[in-house]
């Protein structure tokens, strides 16, 4: 792929790091960022689609360059072990080292089928700035895939780490040593997504990719010490047998642990993969009583809305410990140490009632308040409610929930650069939710198929057509 000024965001690179030349007069340069170490010619890009040769020197074209920062909350992350509940500020950018015909996000991590109107600038200091304005302790670097992003990803992590923010890391993880030891500086929480232990199926459905390498650099994060997490989305057809699931249990048992969390995750048909149903809820239940079984402590079904699949409960006594529905969570029997209220066992979960979120006011706005509701269904049970308004100000938004009064009313704020929230189901008896904002601010909704995924409008309307057309399949076949 050749550099094309006629791109907007293909116009300014910064200078990139992890990359050399072959020879010293050379004008062909290798990036060693990804172990897919591109040899890439001048004027051209590398597989990513992002980092590119300009005059002999590697240049990274994203830096700064992000889809909507969106507030979530960690388990978005798939995240359960680490201040459960907390609101987090996700940020995404564009390209991918891989190219997985299931993509969840392929309408920003493949750069051919990226919008530019999709495209926002940021600073690290507005980013920053942003989570001490509204109160957020953790910046999440997920959606497409971190490693892409590495300059803007290290600069910014930095600068987070030193005003007290926590910095979460979700990727795929193909990556090379060098950059993993500069994250681990500057990244608390590594949320790694483990495709499959199957060779062939990295070489097959990500675009040419390598297990091994995935595996060393997870191994790697966790002999450092920084908290570490992984997930595997169980793809229909591919992957989502006892015998993978069996392989995986195994690994994590025999390298890792078993106080490791382990998250299986549903997917959902997108792509390239869109003839095929969303995984069965059967598969994701019996794929986490198979680990249970085989030792690992701390199993979790992910992209499922149901009650008991994805709670906490303490490893000694049996005690439910973290209420968890969807992607939202309450600690209900730990201490401030992670520990087993009712034995004192430790859970493994770090600053375990830290997530709590203080609530902010809803002010008085001089032109009054409007109200728009949003309705769960069985593709859509989160929704990315984008607030237009004035940046320089906060706006609080209200939440209330439509079908039931168990889950009290939120406000919560937008302003900085954040102007996107994250509203989730939180029982089985809601139907929607309720937002209330000021008249003259904008609103737009984006449902959400599933988590770390980034809706934009034109990715979802195609994906929803699938989807439906997948369904309509298997209700024949049935
Ligand atoms: S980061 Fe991009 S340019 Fe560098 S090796 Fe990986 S795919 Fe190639």
């Given at each position: ?20 030349k ?14 897919r ?8 890009m ?25 507030m ?20 995404g ?28 600038r ?44 926590v ?14 030891e ?6 608390d ?57 069996r ?52 199993v ?38 992670g ?126 057509a ?5 369904r309509?399949?298997?209700?024949v076949?049935?």
């Open positions: 792929m050749k550099i094309d000024q006629d791109v907007s965001w293909m116009r300014d690179g910064y200078p990139a790091t992890h990359w050399k072959p020879d010293t007069d050379s004008s062909v340069v290798v990036c060693n960022l990804s172990p170490h591109c040899k890439i010619a001048d004027g051209h590398g597989q990513c689609g992002v980092r590119g040769n300009v005059g002999g020197e590697l240049f990274t074209f994203n830096y700064g360059k992000s889809v909507e920062a969106t979530e909350y960690i388990e978005t992350e798939a995240v359960n072990h680490f201040r459960p509940g907390a609101r987090i500020l996700s940020l950018n564009i390209g991918c080292m891989m190219s997985c015909d299931f993509c969840q996000n392929w309408r920003t991590s493949q750069v051919r089928h990226l919008d530019q109107n999709d495209v926002r940021y600073t690290p200091e507005q980013i920053v700035e942003t989570c001490r304005m509204l109160g957020v302790g953790v910046i999440s670097w997920t959606y497409n895939d971190p490693v892409v992003w590495h300059e803007f990803v290290v600069d910014t992590s930095k600068l987070a780490q030193k005003a007290g923010i910095t979460l890391y979700k990727s795929a993880f193909y990556i090379e040593s060098d950059a993993v500069e994250l681990i500086d500057c990244i929480i590594f949320s790694i997504s483990l495709k499959s232990m199957d060779e062939k199926f990295y070489r097959k459905f990500t675009g040419g990719t390598h297990l091994q390498p995935v595996l060393n650099m997870i191994r790697k994060v966790h002999a450092a010490g920084r908290h570490l997490e992984l997930s595997q989305l169980l793809i229909t057809g591919r992957n989502d047998n006892e015998a993978e699931i392989k995986t249990n195994d690994w994590v048992l025999e390298h890792v642990g078993r106080r490791v969390p382990l998250h299986y995750v549903g997917f959902h048909p997108a792509y390239l993969y869109t003839n095929v149903a969303r995984t069965g809820e059967d598969i994701l239940v019996r794929a986490r009583e198979m680990a249970l079984e085989a030792g690992i402590r701390y979790y079904c992910g992209n499922m809305f149901r009650n008991g699949v994805s709670d906490t409960r303490c490893p000694e006594c049996g005690t439910l410990t973290v209420r968890r529905y969807g992607l939202t969570a309450e600690p209900v029997a730990l201490d401030e140490g520990c087993c209220t009712g034995c004192g066992a430790s859970n493994d979960v770090v600053q375990a009632l830290a997530g709590r979120n203080a609530e902010v006011a809803l002010e008085t706005s001089p032109d009054g308040y409007r109200c728009e509701e949003f309705t769960w269904s069985a593709e859509a049970n989160s929704v990315h409610i984008e607030v237009g308004f004035d940046q320089q100000q906060v706006c609080a938004v209200r939440l209330e929930r439509l079908g039931t009064d168990a889950v009290p009313a939120q406000n919560l704020a937008t302003g900085g650069v954040l102007r996107r929230l994250i509203a989730s189901r939180q029982t089985d008896a809601e139907t929607g939710v309720r937002v209330t904002l000021p008249k003259a601010a904008r609103l737009q909704f984006f449902p959400v198929l599933d988590r770390a995924h980034f809706p934009t409008s034109e990715n979802l309307a195609r994906e929803m699938g989807y439906r057309e997948a309509a399949a298997e209700t076949r049935a």
